[in-house]
């Protein structure tokens, strides 16, 4: 609905850009999260679906974030905390930074097996796909997620 919305907005020139917001859990299958999963999937797919309809207006992309510093991450329990833990432990950026990354955070990842990004970690690349140097960039789901799942 909200494209449907948005759509008599849009440029007529190629210069839009949308990218919608995944996760790692749409390809991961985690545990309680087949809803958010399922629901993820579909972002991706209909990024890639609206990337061939919309070309004439804009480039449409999406990120694929693993645990994120938000309300959500915040809310998940100590047990799907240690069921990421695996992950996490070969997260090449997961690790924490004593000195750099906050008490808490250092704190959490004991538990958690690494960090969460934070949220500027994420802006930035959905930043980076809105430039007009990303104008050639249609239809992809762009790993965001320090290398918790790699692109291929």
């Known amino acids: 609905f909200l494209m449907k919305a948005a759509l008599p907005y849009l440029p007529t ?11 790692v859990s749409a390809s991961c299958g985690f545990s309680e999260q087949s809803v958010y999963g399922g629901s993820k999937a579909a972002v991706e797919a209909m990024t890639r679906t609206w ?50 990354d906050s008490e808490d955070l250092v704190k959490g990842a004991e538990v958690a ?3 969460p990004a934070y949220e500027s970690e994420t802006a930035g690349v ?23 799942k790699f692109s291929t």
């Open 51 to 100: 990337a061939r309809e919309l070309a004439e207006r804009t480039t449409v992309n999406a990120i694929n974030p693993g645990p994120v510093m938000t309300d959500m991450w915040s809310g998940v329990t100590k047990e799907f905390q240690e069921g990421i833990a695996p992950w996490l432990k070969t997260t090449p950026l997961a690790a924490v930074r004593p000195g750099i």
């Open 113 to 115: 097996g690494g960090r």
């Open 126 to 148: 959905i930043a980076m796909l809105c430039t007009p140097d990303a104008a050639y960039t249609t239809g992809s789901v762009i790993s965001c997620n320090g290398g918790f």
């Open 13 to 23: 020139d190629r210069s839009g850009r949308i990218v919608n917001v995944s996760s």
